[in-house]
Every structure is written in structure tokens, then in C-alpha cells.
């Protein structure tokens, strides 16, 4: 346990941004395994509107440093490249 007022305020800080940055990374997750389940099923419709959720979650999480771009960008290219092979 932290000893100094500024490192247990620091110290609690931390544990809320990790678990904000884990609740984020998760719904990335969630957004991109819907689309690939859309893709699975066969259904254009259902694979497009996933498609545009999950782009702009993963452009989000670009965004708010919880990817990098170039991560983010790959994400983004295999996800069309699906969408485009249906």
C-alpha cells in the first residue's frame, strides 16, 4: 500500500483507467465478433450495418490511444476484405 497522499490518489487512478481501458477494449471485441458472426450467417445486410459499428468502434479506439493507428487500420482493411468477399 502506497505511503504518500499523491500515490495512493495516483495508485486509484490507475485502477479506474485500466478498467475503463478493459471495458472499451471488450466492446471492440464484442463489435468485431458481430461482424464476423453477420459474415458467417451469410447476410449482407446485417454483415454492412455490422460492418459500419465495428469501423467506427475500432476508429474510437484509435482515437483514445487504446489501439495504435496502424493496428487500427489492419483491423479496418481485414474487416472490408470480408465484407467484399461475400
Same mark, same amino acid.
Given at each position: 500500500m502506497a505511503n504518500i497522499k499523491?500515490?495512493?490518489?495516483?495508485?486509484? !487512478?490507475?485502477?479506474?483507467?485500466? &478498467?475503463?481501458?478493459? %471495458?472499451? /477494449? @471488450?466492446?471492440?471485441?464484442?463489435?468485431? #465478433?458481430?461482424?464476423?458472426?453477420?459474415?458467417?450467417?451469410?447476410? !449482407?445486410?446485417?454483415?454492412?450495418? &455490422?460492418?459500419?459499428? %465495428?469501423? /467506427? @468502434?475500432?476508429?474510437?479506439?484509435?482515437? #483514445?490511444?487504446l489501439l495504435h493507428k496502424n493496428?487500427?487500420?489492419? !483491423?479496418?482493411?481485414?474487416?472490408?476484405?470480408?465484407?467484399?468477399?461475400?
Open positions: 499523491s500515490s495512493a490518489k495516483r495508485d486509484e !487512478k490507475s485502477k479506474e483507467l485500466r &478498467a475503463k481501458n478493459r %471495458a472499451e /477494449k @471488450t466492446e471492440l471485441k464484442t463489435m468485431i #465478433k458481430k461482424f464476423d458472426a453477420a459474415v458467417a450467417e451469410g447476410n !449482407k445486410d446485417a454483415a454492412a450495418d &455490422a460492418y459500419k459499428v %465495428a469501423v /467506427k @468502434t475500432v476508429d474510437r479506439a484509435a482515437g #483514445k490511444g493496428n487500427a487500420a489492419h !483491423k479496418k482493411s481485414a474487416l472490408t476484405q470480408k465484407l467484399n468477399e461475400m
